[in-house]
């Protein structure tokens, strides 16, 4: 049950971070320098769920993903060609924000898979900017050149690839601990006595000897406890007590 609700908060994290789309451009005059996974900045245009293509990302998920696991250049290409629809940045957002999900979910090999399938689709968007061409007419173009490339590119292409993974699993600690600070802060609530206290909180603020007495559920030392300390003291820690749910002075009374 505790799995299905952390999947729950996952689930609502992830169409979060769709409306934020990260920033995964590359630049450089011959390749890619740094890969950057950062919220939009001020001077990037307005963000709507056209901008950030959640719409073709419900229509085409299952195409971009078959994307993703290809492993094979001439199979990558192939497959663009008969989609060159995908070949766009709502696509490379959208496999940036599914390492993200994998590296939660710990499918590291799977994640580095398709990090390189995201680093490929960063590089034919960038070889059209370069050309000033639409991106649908320049995957083939960079397929061609990728197959001749030589080592000085690959080891720039590698180098991305691992900017990008140390990025996402960034990103990913984030998300983990954004979501469990959730979950907790979720069960604090739910805990909250009449008064608006958590009782775990005040539980562990009261003087050891207190403490000693709820542990046992000892009300005649309590009693003994609070007759021997300071008045005011004893009646704000009862106050607090009542207040987190811990003591129920109606229940205590009927003893």
């Known amino acids: 049950k505790q799995e299905k609700h952390f999947r729950s908060k ?21 390749g890619f320098e740094k890969t950057i996974i950062n919220p939009p900045t001020q001077a990037d245009k307005p963000k709507s769920e056209d901008d950030i293509g959640k719409d073709f990302w419900d229509e085409h998920e299952d195409d971009i993903k078959h994307y993703g696991m290809l492993s094979d250049y001439d199979k990558s ?38 990090a390189r399938q995201t680093i490929l689709m960063q590089y034919i968007l960038e070889l059209a900017k370069q050309v000033k061409r639409d991106p649908r007419e320049t995957f083939q173009l960079f397929f061609k050149r990728i197959k001749v490339a030589d080592e000085q590119y690959m080891e720039a292409l590698d180098d991305e690839h691992r900017a990008l993974i140390g990025r996402v699993k960034e990103r990913a600690k984030i998300r983990m601990e954004t979501i469990e600070k959730e979950i907790e802060e ?10 608006g206290l ?11 000897v207190m403490r000693d007495c709820f542990e046992r559920k000892d009300i005649p030392m309590l009693q003994k406890v609070l007759k021997e300390m300071d008045p005011k003291d004893a009646q704000y820690y009862m106050k607090r007590c009542v207040d987190s749910g811990m003591w129920l002075p109606e229940r205590s009374e009927e003893r």
């Open 198 to 208: 958590d009782p775990v909180e005040v539980f562990e603020s009261l003087p050891e």
């Open 10 to 30: 996952e689930a609502e994290l992830i169409k979060k971070e769709r409306l934020t789309p990260w920033n995964v451009d590359t630049l450089s005059s011959d």
């Open 77 to 114: 290409a192939e497959f663009l060609r008969k989609k060159p629809h995908l070949v766009c940045e709502a696509t490379a957002n959208y496999l940036t924000i599914w390492c993200i999900t994998l590296e939660c979910q710990e499918k590291n090999d799977l994640m580095h898979h398709v």
């Open 186 to 195: 979720e069960e604090r609530q739910k805990r909250l006595g009449p008064g």
